[in-house]
């Protein structure tokens, strides 16, 4: 269970569904979309090596190197290949999925999830993790997160609300909107409505989308960002609280612009990912100090 807490940031105030403390190992929702896996272990004990790809501090790849190592597989994980500065100075998510017995393999190759499988012959004891955790079986655990909120709403007579959430692949906030109609509301920080889109329909055609919300201000995924530190550090401050530095600025961003248009109260869901703040941060003052 989720704690729900009340805050308020630049005059507004929200509820925040702290996602980021629901489990004592995976943070936020990596705990949702690896639930059919962890409340099912009999249906997975023939694994014995897991792989997934995706980015270099990608928050699902550190989620996976915690869940191979309390399982004792092995974790292969494929990634294009490292910068040089991360590869003389590994830190963050990298460092601490290393630190967990990742094994990571680089490939100027494109990354997709039937290529990955063709670099391996015999699978048997494989499983296939595709990127961000984008998965038909994470249903399991998002539909938990939503009769949380479900349960927090009725216990607190709240009839009408929103659920905002900040999307990468998009899976967390398409089956929250399967579970809470039309309440759902979600950024696209990975790229624009038109990918979240075709992210939403590769999970699965036949489902309602949520509610798109698209900011009107430029920005590149992973890209350093003077407007989203700003935020970062604003939240911080007024809330004691941190978000991470990937998605939460987007998303707040986006919703400080919307904010009187959704209706209240507004649950904005923090799903963790934290952990890769502090490489996050080092970019920022070498950005910083060589901007002075």
């Known amino acids: 269970m989720s704690p729900f807490q009340k805050i308020s940031f630049d005059n507004k105030d929200f509820i925040l569904m702290r996602d980021d403390l629901n489990h004592p190992i995976f943070s936020g929702n990596k705990a949702r979309k690896l639930a059919y896996i962890l409340n099912n272990p009999d249906n997975y004990s023939k694994i014995k090596t897991i792989v997934s790809f995706g980015g270099n501090q990608s928050n699902f790849m550190l989620a996976l190197s915690q869940l191979a190592k309390i399982k004792s597989w092995d974790f292969h994980y494929w990634i294009k290949p490292l910068p040089k500065f991360l590869k003389q100075n590994k830190n963050g998510n990298l460092q601490l999925a290393l630190e967990n017995g990742m094994q990571l393999f680089e490939s100027n190759e494109s990354l997709e999830l039937e290529s990955i499988k063709a670099k391996y012959e015999n699978t048997k004891d494989f499983y296939f993790f595709d990127q961000g955790g984008r998965n038909p079986l994470a249903e399991e ?152």
């Open 141 to 292: 655990g998002i539909a938990s997160c939503a009769l949380e909120i479900k349960t927090y709403c009725e216990k607190n007579k709240i009839k009408d609300y929103s659920v905002v959430i900040a999307s990468g692949t998009g899976t967390t906030a398409l089956y929250l909107e399967k579970y809470l109609k039309q309440k759902v509301f979600t950024v696209p920080c990975v790229g624009n409505s038109q990918y979240l889109k075709q992210q939403f329909n590769d999970i699965d055609k036949n489902l309602n989308h949520p509610q798109i919300l698209e900011p009107q201000f430029r920005t590149n995924f992973g890209q350093l960002d003077i407007e989203n530190h700003n935020i970062y550090k604003e939240l911080l401050q007024q809330t004691t609280i941190e978000f991470d530095l990937l998605y939460d600025p987007i998303a707040w961003r986006v919703l400080l612009e919307n904010y009187d248009d959704l209706s209240k109260p507004i649950i904005y869901i923090h799903c963790g990912g934290t952990s890769g703040n502090i490489t996050m941060m080092n970019r920022y003052k070498r950005f910083l100090n060589e901007s002075s």
